[in-house]
T-cell receptor, first 112, second 110 residues
Framework: DAGITQSPRHKVTETGTPVTLRCHQT?????MYWYRQDPGHGLRLIHY???????DKGEVSDGYSVSRSKTEDFLLTLESATSSQTSVYFC???????????FGPGTRLLVL | GENVEQHPSTLSVQEGDSAVIKCTYS??????FPWYKQELGKRPQLIIDIRSNVGEKKDQRIAVTLNKTAKHFSLHITETQPEDSAVYFCAAILNNDMRFGAGTRLTVKP
């Protein structure tokens, strides 16, 4: 499973509260990604990182911010959660020299 | 950005039959096309991929074909088994941006 963990695995929160999801990897991969998965949309890229403190926006970045202060951790923050951000969030890594991305186990987020 | 369309959205086959899932992409510069299988409640898992300089790739009962001119690629599963039941996603990568199709729910009936 490419040494990727996500925490928490499940979270229920209320509209307007901040939420931070964590992706942790153990193999020093440079590239890390955050996706959300919703019925009928497949997976959509939120943000990605190509190194410590180096991040860029993806297709659906509005309402999300990220931080990467250490190689092994990539944090996704919802500054003020909305019901439209109810989703399953997957982190992914891309090993150096490959184009393939490998996914973490996912975090199921419900915003009430 | 890249746009990937996937058909059909659902597919039901009898065990032992073949299944074909088709995807089209919009940007001719896309150069890598992975396929993922996702079982209920699990993470997407890579099952096969193809690069733009290759027309076909096989791995046991799974094959992928790519037509760069038409900008479409397909997943072929032969001799389907109940454990092939899952949601399958195609994707296209351009400049570190991977865009997914909406998925195909494959059901293999015993």
């Amino acid at each position: 499973d490419a040494g990727i963990t996500q925490s928490p695995r499940h979270k229920v929160t209320e509209t307007g509260t901040p939420v931070t999801l964590r992706c942790h990897q153990t193999e020093n991969h440079r590239y890390m990604y955050w996706y959300r998965q919703d019925p009928g949309h497949g997976l959509r890229l939120i943000h990605y990182s190509y190194g410590v403190k180096d991040t860029d926006k993806g297709e659906v970045s509005d309402g999300y911010s990220v931080s990467r202060s250490k190689t092994e951790d990539f944090l996704l923050t919802l500054e003020s959660a909305t019901s439209s951000q109810t989703s399953v969030y997957f982190c992914a890594i891309r090993p150096g020299g490959e184009e393939t991305q490998y996914f973490g186990p996912g975090t199921r987020l419900l915003v009430l | 950005g890249e746009n990937v369309e996937q058909h059909p959205s659902t597919l039901s086959v009898q065990e032992g039959d073949s299944a074909v899932i088709k995807c089209t992409y919009s940007d001719s510069a896309s150069n890598y096309f992975p396929w993922y299988k996702q079982e209920l409640g699990k993470r997407p898992q890579l099952i096969i991929d193809i690069r733009s300089n290759v027309g076909e790739k096989k791995d046991q009962r799974i094959a992928v074909t790519l037509n760069k001119t038409a900008k479409h690629f397909s997943l072929h599963i032969t001799e389907t088994q109940p454990e092939d039941s899952a949601v399958y996603f195609c994707a296209a990568i351009l400049n570190n941006d991977m865009r997914f199709g909406a998925g195909t729910r494959l059901t293999v009936k015993p």
